[in-house]
């Protein structure tokens, strides 16, 4: 099992950028499919982006789609969401997401990912 450390939330107006890193533990990175995943006060945890173990494939929620982007780097075993035209409907705790990758899965479910990391917070103000 691998360790997630989220950094980069904070407070932003409405229209502003942030970005998102998740740093991963050991030495298995190139096996994991890693997500993104954020949660409302209130409200469910719910599915924003998935990139493949490769990088070659990416994957957004409609809401996010054209303004978020999820990128990763093996040599930091790092993991980032660049997240651009905030709104306020966009602040939540934000979670990085891991699991294996097996050939051909879809993984969107909050059931779909074992590991977790802790949160970060972002905010937009309006």
């Known amino acids: 099992q691998v360790q997630l450390v989220e950094s980069g939330g904070g407070l932003v107006q409405a229209g502003g950028s942030l970005r998102l890193s998740c740093a991963v533990s050991?030495?298995?990175?190139?096996?994991?499919?890693m997500a993104w995943f954020r949660q409302a006060p209130g409200k469910e945890r719910e599915f924003v982006a998935r990139i493949s173990r490769s990088g070659g494939s990416t994957y957004y929620a409609d809401s996010v789609k054209g303004r978020f982007t999820i990128s990763r780097d093996p040599a930091q075993n790092t993991v980032y969401l660049q997240m651009n035209s905030l709104k306020p409907e966009d602040t939540a705790v934000y979670y990085c997401a891991a699991r294996w990758e097996v050939p051909g899965g879809s993984y969107y479910s909050v059931a779909d990912f074992r590991s977790w990391g802790q949160g970060t917070q972002v905010t937009v103000s309006s």
């Open positions: 050991g030495r298995t990175f190139s096996s994991y499919a």
